[in-house]
């Protein structure tokens, strides 16, 4: 119905594309702001798709320094498909992506006011790793990275926080 709109899927789709399979033939660190434009891509196609029903808010005060290829999209796709999209009708979401230094590190944090979850449920449930499979194969990635870590705090009805402590 959007010509304009759709012109713009394609073109965001193909990129999206593009950038999963160059991250996916690499096995060496990437820089943030790539793996930043490839989220905001991914971001686009499902802001499409779900008819603007959330926004994003970005608070990014460091982009120069590296991480494993698709570290932060995998996160980001979480939040929107387990959290965001099970929200009920009318209801915006919100997704928040920021980053910032601390003393030796660098937080990444990623906070939705989706559905949220009981993690004691998740890590109890023996289907987590079908459940969780992207946070999973981003802990695998980190794993590359000595000291770096992953944190998820969630509650039912208040949304998710992940937050990744990059050493630097």
Same mark, same amino acid.
């Given at each position: 119905?959007?010509?304009?709109?759709?012109?713009?899927?394609?073109?965001?789709?193909?990129?999206?594309?593009?950038?999963?399979?160059?991250?996916?033939?690499?096995?060496?660190?990437?820089?943030?702001?790539?793996?930043?434009?490839?989220?905001?891509?991914?971001?686009?196609?499902?802001?499409?798709?779900?008819?603007?029903?959330?926004?994003?808010?970005?608070?990014?005060?460091? /982009?120069?320094?590296?991480?494993?290829?698709?570290?932060?999209?995998?996160?980001?796709?979480?939040?929107?498909?387990?959290?965001?999209? /099970?929200?009920?009708?009318?209801?915006?979401?919100?997704? /928040?992506?920021?980053?910032?230094?601390?003393?030796?590190? %660098? /937080?990444?944090?990623?906070?939705?006011?989706?559905?949220?979850?009981?993690?004691?449920?998740?890590?109890?449930?023996?289907?987590?790793?079908?459940?969780?499979?992207?946070?999973?194969?981003?802990?695998?990635?980190?794993? %590359?990275?000595?000291?770096?870590?992953?944190?998820?705090?969630?509650?039912?009805?208040?949304?998710?926080?992940?937050?990744?402590?990059?050493?630097?």
């Amino acid at each position: 119905r959007d010509p304009k709109r759709a012109k713009d899927l394609v073109s965001w789709l193909s990129e999206y594309i593009k950038g999963n399979k160059g991250f996916s033939e690499k096995d060496e660190m990437i820089l943030f702001s790539d793996e930043l434009d490839h989220t905001m891509t991914f971001l686009e196609i499902e802001k499409a798709v779900l008819e603007d029903a959330f926004e994003v808010e970005y608070d990014i005060r460091e /982009k120069d320094f590296e991480l494993p290829a698709l570290t932060l999209q995998p996160v980001v796709e979480n939040a929107v498909r387990h959290g965001i999209r /099970k929200l009920a009708p009318g209801t915006k979401g919100i997704i /928040k992506i920021s980053t910032h230094r601390g003393n030796g590190y %660098i /937080k990444i944090e990623v906070k939705d006011n989706g559905i949220g979850f009981d993690t004691d449920e998740i890590t109890d449930n023996p289907d987590y790793e079908a459940e969780m499979h992207g946070l999973k194969n981003v802990e695998e990635r980190l794993r %590359i990275m000595e000291n770096a870590e992953m944190h998820v705090k969630s509650y039912p009805g208040r949304g998710t926080t992940v937050e990744i402590i990059i050493p630097v």
